[in-house]
């Protein structure tokens, strides 16, 4: 019998080569899978990243445009609320002009025969006045027609003082005008 002599050694080097040959084609594209989805995520991140800057700029640039407008605002509310107060100071010349006329009217109706006024002085709807008469009863008199006068009310007698005996006798006192209800307090009018 013949003995037949094989050597596997030449063909289990070649299939060593083989496997390490792949083994390595295995790692240089696992290498380049890993660097390229490396490489793929980088970009996609940057361009998210670059998106949401765009997305802040935007967000800023009409913050600032609100803030502008907010400031425009705040000038045309305080125009506004300087307009309504000449408004209002114009309103009160307005009427307080033809009030002084009435008041002065309803001074000279209500003058009792006797009675002179020396002097008069008004702060707000506060009028204070000096005046002489004859006696106590035609003081007592004047203030019942200042009384009834439409634009004024309440006189409140302060002094009366007598010069001489049987001479004339000073008086002061102090009563409140009415003033017209202004347009804007008038019921179903505008604020």
């Known amino acids: 019998m013949t003995t037949i002599e094989i050597n596997l050694l030449p063909w289990r080097e070649e299939m060593r080569a083989r496997r390490g040959k792949r083994f390595t ?21 940057d361009q998210r990243l670059s998106a949401q800057q765009e997305r802040n700029r ?3 640039a009409e913050a600032q445009k609100l803030d502008a407008a907010i400031r425009e605002i705040s000038e045309l509310e305080q125009i506004r609320q300087t307009m309504e107060s000449q408004v209002r100071v114009f ?47 035609q003081v007592s008199d004047q203030l019942r027609a200042l009384d009834a006068a439409a634009s004024l009310s309440r006189p409140v007698l302060s002094e009366v003082e007598v010069e001489q005996e049987g001479a004339l006798r000073r008086f ?13 307090d008038a019921p179903g009018g505008e604020p």
């Open 172 to 184: 002061s006192l102090s009563l409140t005008q009415h003033l017209p209800s202004a347009p804007d």
């Open 25 to 45: 084609l295995a790692l240089a594209l696992s290498a380049l899978v890993g660097l390229g989805g490396g490489y793929g995520m980088t970009w996609h991140y």
């Open 58 to 60: 935007f967000v800023a």
């Open 91 to 137: 309103t009160a010349l307005q009427t307080g002009r033809a009030q002084t006329v009435h008041v002065f009217n309803d001074l000279v109706d209500s003058l009792v025969d006797g009675v002179h006024y020396t002097g008069l002085d008004r702060q707000g709807d506060t009028l204070r006045m000096t005046g002489v008469a004859e006696n106590n009863r």
